[in-house]
């Protein structure tokens, strides 16, 4: 059975009220802008194409650290949906009166990224991180969430190995998700560009993935439970702006149906709801 929260319930009425629901064209509408965290490039491009099939309505996606995509709305881009990689960005908007309170649209995990021949596994994680031999890369805290989730972990390594926050903390190399990461190739992934060079040797992110297949490049280990994070992702309505709401609420109910959260899923997300019986 899905669970029903206020916020989502209080978006099902403002759209089942709209006297468009029933008469708009969509086809007709202009797309529905959705600005996401880049974690979501692919569950998102594949719902948003999805559901352009079924309704015909466009969506425009638009994906990038979710820190630096709530300054773009805080700067006036219009925008009619965010999904964030926290709970925090969108209700700093919801805040100020610019978005729907924002409801937790599915949760992630952190996991630890290494080339197939390092031997990382879940119990050896915090030893590697803490070798001095070992170079770690991380994204970049407050511009993107995955940074905030990894000095989260450093957080909790501190309770396990005394001294470990501060060792972490200083040999973290912040290199995507902020506004001034080190230079990467045009058109190369920034990581494995690191990974390849032996500036990093692990990587601290998120377990999901772009692709429905995991990246044979890469060994990827889910955090022990001493230090595991798990992020809930928000998804709110942008209410600043009056065009379009109707359509943004209907491709954010979407977003939370089954259909669309069993296809997230095969991304590595966990859905929050679920088909009934």
Known sequence: ???????????????????????????????????A?????????AVAQLYTQQTGQKIDAQFGPAGLLRERIE?????????????????ALADRGWATQPVVMLRNQLCAKALPESGLTTDNVLDRLLDPKVGLGTST??????????????????????GAQAILEAKAQQLVGGKNN??????????????????VHISLGYCSSRQTTPDPKFTSVPLPAG????????????TRDKKSHEAAYRFALFLMSPQAQKL??????????????
């Not at 997230?264 to 929050?272: D, E, K, L």
Request: aromatic residues 10%; charged residues 15%; neutral net charge.
């Open 141 to 162: 805290p407050k511009a993107d969430p995955g940074g905030d989730y990894a000095w989260q972990v450093f957080a909790r390594a501190e309770k396990l190995r005394p």
């Open 227 to 238: 230090l595991a994070v798990t992020p809930d992702y928000g998804l709110t309505v942008i």
């Open 1 to 35: 059975m899905m669970k029903i929260n206020s916020s989502y319930l209080a978006w099902s009425m403002a759209l089942l009220s709209s006297a468009a629901w029933a008469d708009t064209a969509v086809q007709t509408l202009p797309p529905v802008k959705v600005l």
């Open 182 to 199: 080190p230079p990467v190739p045009a058109g190369v992934n920034a990581m494995e560009y690191f990974f390849a060079r032996k500036k």
């Open 37 to 45: 965290a880049g974690s979501l490039t692919g569950a998102m491009t």
């Open 75 to 91: 700067n006036g881009e219009q925008v009619d949906v965010f999904a964030s990689a926290n709970m925090e960005h969108p209700q």
């Open 264 to 277: 997230i899923a095969q991304y590595g997300f966990t859905p929050v709801t679920t088909a009934g019986n």
